[in-house]
């Protein structure tokens, strides 16, 4: 139960986390966010790791998986939602993130050939339906479906999608290193790849113009979301079946949806709190599946 709670403060953080990027990138481009965030993540959590008296670096043979888990986790996953959220409310995004133990399921049915069966079958519609109401705002036609005005809506999207991929490629690596290790060791190689085009675009000149606000949202970012968050989650993942915690995650649009209100004071539509509402369903469907069948789940 304490780590299935550590997880569930993880995925609350990172409701709130929408809320806080899309404050941060009022005052700052994607990648001056993103290598501030994961510079303040990497202080953080090599502190722990010395605090700890443990190695800093993993054993070399886990570096080439760790880059894997930078680049894809760190560096791609926050870039797309970066961007994404610069044309999207956060409250939107909170809705299709919800999709994530959706794409799980699908990435279980056909890598480890786990039979859908009609519930989750059942589920698997009514999440996307869900989602194709809240991209279009209840208004489904070519035009409402056409970019620019969706572009926002599908990066998260396929965020949501490539989040999924990272917690499978992450589990048996975090078993072998343990959660700390390889959070820090992944977080490490995210930010080395996202370092060039930092300097390369002297993001730096944006941090002497940021307000308090634009400060506490990056510094809540980078220690709360990019350091306790994933510690948190890569515990939990490392010690319960990643089917059981990727559950939590369903609770995050709730969150994200209270925070962006309060918050950022955006407004909700109808057909935003329906489509999530039926993503959430989906999920929850797909979640009912026979506990064999759920086990087998490495979201």
């Known amino acids: 139960m304490p780590t ?72 791609l996953h926050t870039v797309i939602q970066a961007y994404g959220l610069r044309e999207t409310t956060a409250v939107r995004t909170g809705w299709l993130i919800g999709l994530s133990p959706i794409w799980s399921a699908i990435l279980a049915a056909i890598f480890l050939r786990e039979r859908l069966g009609w519930i989750k079958s059942l589920g ?55 959660s700390l290790p390889a959070m820090a060791a992944a977080m490490l190689c995210g930010w080395l790849m996202l370092s060039p085009w930092f300097l390369a675009t002297q993001g730096w000149h944006e941090l002497s113009e940021m307000s308090p606000t634009g400060w506490g ?25 990643a089917s059981r915690v990727s559950a939590l995650l369903y609770i995050e649009p709730l969150v994200t949806l209270a925070s962006a209100v309060v918050l950022l004071h955006e407004p909700v539509l109808m057909s935003t709190i329906v489509g999530g509402l039926l993503v959430l369903a989906g999920v929850a469907l797909v979640q009912r599946a026979p506990r064999g069948q759920r086990e087998r789940i490495r979201s």
């Open 4 to 75: 299935l709670f550590g997880a569930l403060i993880a995925v609350v953080l990172w409701g709130i986390s929408f809320v806080a990027t899309k404050a941060a990138l009022r005052e700052l481009q994607p990648v001056t966010l993103i290598a501030v965030r994961f510079a303040i993540g990497n202080l953080l959590l090599f502190a722990m790791l010395a605090a700890r008296r443990m190695p800093l670096l993993p054993p070399r043979r886990e570096w080439p998986v760790m880059a894997l888990l930078g680049f894809d986790g760190i560096a």
């Open 124 to 178: 698997l519609g009514i999440g996307f339906a869900g989602a194709v109401i809240v991209v279009t705002r209840g208004a489904i036609s070519g035009q409402t479906l056409a970019l620019p005005g969706t572009r926002g809506d599908l990066l998260i999207l396929a965020s949501t999608f490539n989040w999924a991929i990272y917690t499978v490629i992450s589990r048996e690596p975090v078993r072998r290193v343990g």
């Open 217 to 241: 949202a990056t510094l809540f970012l980078g220690i709360g979301c990019s350091g306790i968050a994933y510690l948190l989650w890569f515990g939990a993942i490392e010690r319960v079946d």
